[in-house]
């Protein structure tokens, strides 16, 4: 049994409204279109699958497209804007969340776009303090039972964390999926993680693909209501001309039925006198001038027809017909009726079937929303080597003097340690980059905030990575610009540069960064300004300073060329961009640290040894490098076991290379310093007294020409420029 709505598909289609063709096996005949009375093509959408064509239309709302019709006919040049106005978007009958109306926009005026769509979720508080989060719409086509299951299956592999039950208490009344959220965790990021990882939210494709004329053709909204419109009022000229000939036929046949009852003794006498009836016909025909279809009605006319009443009956109903072929005639001659038809069917078809809309359209998307709540400050970015991370405000780390032992700066698992630290701003994307040479991004407040003493989040809940793959660097990029580049080093010294905007589209899924040798990772990523001189230093002490024009700018996916020929056993540690005035800190495993002028590290060409930065049989291994101010920089330093201490950077003494310089933290024994990261300076000042050394700084009053001499008996070749052919 068909619908009410799709009996208003059907209206009409005896009245030779659409045309007819076989059907597969030629033993019937059927429409090649329905004369539908709205336009079902976007009130129910479709989708299909072609040979080198798709087409994927979302559904819409009844009133809105009526009323979008009805626009078109009132003003032919309306605008998509004004087209907008009544139709607001896809209605989709599952409800949900369209999140920003620009993916409308651009389908809508080019036939193609992308909606997000997300799950109608809220988060509602229980008596015990915990939370939970109610799904009641989801997105179009998504299935409830596998969305459950690729929840339970997302937090069994720990890539969402934060959520304890999962149940569905869905019944006749609707949808109703419960959410449990652990009470330490945020609501707030358990439902982001949802939506980001999960069919919660989805990307709708539009392609609105349609057959005209017989051939598929990209329509925009303005072209699918006009051919809507072209073929309803071909379709009521149908129907009109169809009824007008049907009415003609009728009055035709009245008109020869008049003049029989005009004549009704000279008719009869007729009939009774004749042999037969066609002779009759003939007869009748001849003395009153009537055609064959005239005279065979007058002599199939019942006698009960020849009363007074029906008499009048049959003139009354002559009158009508008289006044619909006129009807008929000026419709068909006058097009501004033929639309007053189609407009006044498509009203009724909407006070008839119109409902309200069910999907809610936000004004913007999520993310923006989100980022206008958030204020632009500066913050502290921390991972650990077991993938951790949190975002924290710098100054939770006040300053302390150099030699202080720190606060602790996490509360880490067994064994874990903290990798990396970097500041940022919360409205600035952070790009990831991993061992594996892939890159990522993301906002800066899309990382969770977190304590001072807490572990954060697995970086795996904010980042597709895989399970061998590990986050080595962090950038902050405020704009993808065409003239910014992108300079990446690796563990074993090879150096590539690439454009920073070939990474602005950057997918949910992450684009290789660089193609790396085997045994070898990506360790170290710097934006540069195009001209700029690197220095780049390795674990064993060495450093080399070179210009980035001597790599030249290449595609994602190459590999690089070579940065430094290191010693066997030794990798790289940090890469510079160095300022044409300034200092660099380098800063041991031991703790100890130095600043040195930039000038102390003259220029040289890629490839080579370098120089002597540090003597790390004597003083331990580098730990990290950093380009500091003293007047305007503090730096934070942090161990093995999390402990992290942040001091002024104009402690630190000014010391010739390779000189130990001073101690900065003081460790516990098996601890190491890590990594650095420098701030800003900060005069909140923790009262504290400076420590001694307790040894002197060998080699810190050396003047750099004995620095030189020394090198070179024990590295002549330091110098040397030691190319290899870029491969």
């Known amino acids: 049994r068909?619908?009410?709505?799709?009996?208003?598909?059907?209206?009409?289609?005896?009245?030779?409204?659409?045309?007819?063709?076989?059907?597969?096996?030629?033993?019937?005949?059927?429409?090649?279109?329905?004369?539908?009375?709205?336009?079902?093509?976007?009130?129910?959408?479709?989708?299909?699958?072609?040979?080198?064509?798709?087409?994927?239309?979302?559904?819409?709302?009844?009133?809105?497209?009526?009323?979008?019709?009805?626009?078109?006919?009132?003003?032919?040049?309306?605008?998509?804007?004004?087209?907008?106005?009544?139709?607001?978007?896809?209605?989709?009958?599952?409800?949900?969340?369209?999140?920003?109306?620009?993916?409308?926009?651009?389908?809508?005026?080019?036939?193609?776009?992308?909606?997000?769509?997300?799950?109608?979720?809220?988060?509602?508080?229980?008596?015990?303090?915990?939370?939970?989060?109610?799904?009641?719409?989801?997105?179009?086509?998504?299935?409830?039972?596998?969305?459950?299951?690729?929840?339970?299956?997302?937090?069994?592999?720990?890539?969402?964390?934060?959520?304890?039950?999962?149940?569905?208490?869905?019944d006749r009344e609707g949808m109703r999926i419960v959410i449990s959220v652990r009470r330490d965790a945020s609501p707030q990021i358990v439902l982001n993680r949802l939506f980001k990882y999960t069919q919660m939210q989805i990307s709708y494709g539009v392609i609105m693909l349609a057959i005209v004329n017989r051939e598929p053709k990209l329509l925009t909204l303005k072209q699918i209501l006009q051919e809507y419109i072209n073929f309803q009022d071909e379709v009521v000229r149908r129907r009109t001309s169809f009824e007008l000939r049907k009415a003609q036929e009728r009055a035709h046949i009245l008109e020869g039925l008049k003049v029989a009852v005009?004549?009704?003794?000279?008719?009869?006498?007729?009939?009774?006198?004749?042999?037969?009836?066609?002779?009759?016909?003939?007869?009748?025909?001849?003395?009153?001038?009537?055609?064959?279809?005239?005279?065979?009605?007058?002599?199939?006319?019942?006698?009960?027809?020849?009363?007074?009443?029906?008499?009048?009956?049959?003139?009354?109903?002559?009158?009508?017909?008289?006044?619909?072929?006129?009807?008929?005639?000026?419709?068909?001659?006058?097009?501004?009726?033929?639309?007053?038809?189609?407009?006044?069917?498509?009203?009724a078809v909407k006070q008839k079937f119109g409902d309200k809309r069910r999907t809610e359209i936000q004004a913007v998307s999520g993310e923006m929303d989100i980022e206008d709540l958030i204020p632009d400050e500066e913050c502290m970015l921390t991972l650990t080597e077991f993938g951790y991370v949190k975002r924290q405000n710098p100054d939770t780390y006040r300053?302390?003097?150099?030699?202080?032992?720190?606060?602790?700066?996490?509360?880490?698992?067994?064994?874990?340690?903290?990798?990396?630290?970097?500041?940022?701003?919360?409205?600035?994307?952070?790009?990831?980059?991993?061992?594996?040479?892939?890159?990522?991004?993301?906002?800066?407040?899309?990382?969770?905030?977190?304590?001072?003493?807490?572990?954060?989040?697995?970086?795996?809940?904010?980042?597709?990575?895989?399970?061998?793959?590990?986050?080595?660097?962090?950038?902050?990029?405020?704009?993808?610009?065409?003239?910014?580049?992108?300079?990446?080093?690796?563990?074993?010294?090879?150096?590539?540069?690439?454009?920073?905007?070939?990474?602005?589209?950057?997918?949910?899924?992450?684009?290789?960064?660089?193609?790396?040798?085997e045994n070898d990772e990506l360790s170290w990523v710097r934006l540069t300004e195009g001209s700029s001189d690197l220095l780049v230093a390795t674990r064993f002490g060495m450093a080399i300073r070179f210009n980035e024009n001597d790599v030249r700018a290449m595609g994602r996916t190459a590999r690089g060329v070579r940065a430094i020929s290191l010693k066997d056993g030794d990798s790289v540690i940090g890469m510079c961009v160095l300022p044409k005035d300034g200092l660099v800190l380098t800063v041991s495993e031991t703790g100890f640290g130095r600043l040195s002028p930039v000038s102390d590290y003259h220029l040289q060409h890629r490839s080579g040894l370098g120089v002597y930065n540090y003597h790390t049989a004597q003083y331990g291994k580098v730990a990290s490098i950093q380009i500091v101010d003293p007047l305007k920089d503090d730096v934070i330093l942090i161990s093995s076991n999390g402990i992290i201490i942040r001091i002024h950077a104009d402690s630190i003494n000014i010391h010739a290379r390779p000189s130990k310089g001073v101690l900065l933290m003081r460790l516990a024994e098996g601890n190491r310093v890590v990594t650095t990261a420098r701030t800003d300076r900060s005069d909140d000042e923790e009262t504290s007294q400076p420590e001694d050394d307790g040894s002197a700084d060998e080699g810190a009053e050396a003047p750099e020409e004995k620095e030189e001499e020394k090198e070179g008996k024990q590295e002549p070749a330091e110098e040397t420029d030691g190319s290899e052919p870029e491969k």
Do not use: W
């Open 2 to 170: 068909m619908s009410k709505v799709a009996v208003e598909m059907l209206q009409d289609i005896d009245k030779d409204t659409v045309d007819f063709q076989a059907n597969y096996d030629d033993r019937l005949k059927e429409p090649i279109v329905l004369p539908s009375h709205f336009p079902n093509l976007l009130v129910n959408g479709s989708t299909g699958i072609a040979v080198g064509m798709a087409t994927n239309i979302p559904p819409h709302n009844m009133s809105e497209i009526i009323d979008g019709v009805c626009t078109l006919i009132d003003n032919p040049d309306a605008t998509l804007d004004e087209l907008m106005k009544s139709i607001k978007g896809p209605d989709f009958p599952t409800g949900g969340i369209i999140m920003g109306r620009s993916g409308i926009r651009a389908a809508y005026a080019t036939g193609r776009g992308k909606i997000i769509v997300r799950a109608r979720a809220e988060i509602e508080e229980e008596k015990n303090n915990r939370f939970q989060i109610i799904v009641t719409e989801l997105p179009y086509q998504v299935n409830k039972a596998r969305l459950i299951k690729s929840i339970a299956d997302l937090v069994k592999e720990k890539r969402i964390e934060g959520i304890t039950n999962i149940e569905d208490h869905s």
């Open 262 to 347: 005009d004549n009704i003794d000279e008719v009869v006498r007729i009939i009774r006198s004749s042999k037969s009836v066609p002779e009759a016909r003939q007869r009748l025909g001849t003395r009153f001038a009537l055609d064959d279809v005239q005279t065979q009605a007058i002599v199939q006319m019942p006698l009960g027809r020849l009363t007074g009443l029906e008499r009048e009956k049959l003139e009354k109903e002559l009158g009508v017909l008289l006044g619909k072929i006129a009807d008929y005639k000026d419709i068909l001659a006058h097009e501004e009726r033929v639309l007053s038809i189609v407009k006044s069917e498509a009203i």
């Open 399 to 517: 300053t302390q003097h150099r030699g202080g032992r720190g606060v602790s700066g996490m509360t880490r698992r067994e064994e874990d340690v903290a990798s990396y630290m970097f500041l940022t701003r919360t409205h600035d994307y952070v790009m990831f980059f991993t061992s594996l040479g892939r890159a990522y991004k993301l906002k800066s407040y899309e990382i969770p905030e977190g304590s001072r003493t807490g572990k954060g989040v697995n970086i795996a809940n904010l980042l597709p990575i895989a399970q061998d793959e590990k986050v080595t660097s962090m950038i902050r990029v405020q704009s993808f610009d065409e003239d910014k580049y992108l300079v990446m080093v690796t563990r074993n010294g090879v150096i590539k540069r690439t454009h920073l905007s070939d990474f602005s589209t950057t997918r949910k899924g992450g684009v290789i960064a660089v193609n790396l040798d």
